[in-house]
């Protein structure tokens, strides 16, 4: 799918992923290109799909979400309808804010977000654990954030 975008638009999406306030004039500035074609560019990228959506990103700690805790789940027994359930159930979770199906040891691994130690163990305990296909967790709690980032190497895409 990356072979349907030019250079320019590859630019243009890491332009976007870095700041999607950026109006399409500033852009086609920073391309050297004019406005229009710019905004056509930028449409039909959207359009294709290539941009999801536009969100903000909050912080968390000022929001008062100090932990981040990696979960890994494993289901009492394995069966399409199990991971449908698990899967649609996590959905609902508003401290899950990933979740991925994993291969190995475990079948799922949760990114959740908690104020605290006794917020985490709340959910653990009345939410995550009370669905009946979930037979074990893991906690592991992470320490210092070193990176976090939601942009994609398109620097490899060129």
């Known amino acids: 799918m990356a072979t349907e975008l030019s250079k320019q638009d590859i630019t243009i999406l890491d332009i976007?992923?870095?700041?999607?306030?950026?109006?399409?004039?500033?852009?086609?500035?920073?391309?050297?290109?004019?406005?229009?074609?710019?905004?056509?560019?930028?449409?039909?990228?959207?359009?294709?799909?290539?941009?999801?959506?536009?969100?903000?990103?909050?912080d968390r700690e000022k929001l008062g979400m100090e932990l981040v805790v990696f979960t890994t789940v494993n289901l009492t027994t394995v069966g399409r309808q199990y991971l449908e359930d698990f899967e649609d159930a996590v959905r609902t979770l508003p401290e899950v804010i990933e979740c991925y199906t994993m291969t190995g040891v475990w079948d799922y691994m949760l990114k959740v977000v908690a104020?605290?130690?006794?917020?985490?163990?709340?959910?653990?305990?009345?939410?995550?654990?009370?669905?009946?296909?979930?037979?074990?967790?893991?906690?592991?709690?992470?320490?210092?954030?070193?990176?976090?980032?939601?942009?994609l190497p398109l620097d490899t895409q060129l």
């Open 115 to 151: 104020k605290d130690i006794r917020h985490y163990e709340v959910f653990v305990r009345e939410r995550l654990l009370s669905l009946p296909m979930v037979g074990e967790t893991h906690s592991h709690i992470a320490v210092t954030e070193i990176k976090n980032t939601t942009e």
């Open 16 to 58: 976007l992923q870095k700041d999607a306030s950026k109006t399409s004039t500033e852009i086609a500035e920073t391309l050297n290109m004019s406005q229009s074609p710019c905004w056509r560019r930028i449409n039909r990228i959207e359009q294709a799909g290539f941009v999801r959506k536009k969100v903000a990103l909050l």
